[in-house]
């Protein structure tokens, strides 16, 4: 089962907004503490929880006593998608544990996922209706090339020019594809970066997240906005 083992909670007063923080495979919650800390300083009023992956890390013998969403031990493009798939109902029922638990619904829930977290959070969106209102992705990318834009889903793609982990050109490529599914998507892709969740990529996560306006915010206000009547010019008439 994921457990939380790092969480920074509002002071006073119920949160308003959830952010689930997933980390790296063979990594712990505590690897999330910086995005937490910068999520805290900007949201005080947010429950920011960093959740360990439910297994134990399966990798490379004395690779570490982390944990992982999905096994990596023997895997490849073509079973990759197989195994986030078997991951991720046990997720999607966490999250809305913890939805549920602080009485706030999807839209003011965010998953911040860094690497084989990030995978986990993209999935888990294209599965799961109505998850989560944004999704980061950090040095991520989805198994399979996504088949649809997750509904008033906002996705920001977060990566570094030379990441030699998980180069960056599958995360591009599916921030084109969303695109043209009618997506509402950011990809940020910065030089001088590694494998790594870097300072800059967190940086840039918080001002995503202050700046950028959702397609579901416009076309509700849109809908909100009153119609103005007006008298047609004569070239509209004809005359």
């Given at each position: 089962m994921t457990t939380t083992t790092l969480a920074r909670l509002p002071t006073t007063g119920n949160p308003d907004l959830l952010f689930l923080l997933l980390h790296g495979v063979g990594a712990s919650a505590e690897h999330m503490a910086a995005l937490a800390q910068a999520l805290a300083a900007e949201y005080p009023q947010a429950a920011v929880l960093c959740l360990n992956g439910?297994?134990?890390f399966d990798g490379v013998p004395g690779g570490?006593?982390?944990f992982q969403w999905f096994s990596v031990r023997g895997v490849t493009e073509a079973n990759r998608p197989e195994r986030v798939a078997a991951a991720l109902p046990r997720f999607v029922a966490q999250v809305r544990a913890l939805q549920q638990r602080f009485a706030l619904d999807w839209q003011r829930t965010a998953l911040a996922g860094f690497s084989q977290g990030a995978i986990v959070a993209l999935e888990a969106v294209q599965v799961e209706p109505q998850l989560a209102g944004r999704v980061?992705?950090?040095?991520g990318r989805h198994a399979r090339p996504p088949e649809h834009a997750p509904v008033d889903t906002t996705v920001h793609l977060f990566h570094g020019l030379e990441d030699r982990v998980m180069p960056p050109g599958a995360a591009l490529d599916s921030a084109e594809r969303l695109v043209a599914l009618g997506g509402d998507v950011t990809a940020d892709a910065l030089p001088g970066i590694?494998?790594?969740?870097?300072?800059?990529?967190i940086a840039r996560a918080i001002e995503q997240l202050r700046t950028f306006?959702?397609?579901?915010?416009w076309r509700d206000a849109l809908a909100e906005a009153p119609v103005l009547p007006r008298v047609a010019?004569?070239?509209e008439l004809g005359d």
């Open positions: 439910p297994d134990a570490g006593a982390g980061l992705a950090f040095s590694g494998h790594e969740l870097h300072p800059t990529l306006l959702p397609k579901r915010v010019s004569s070239d």
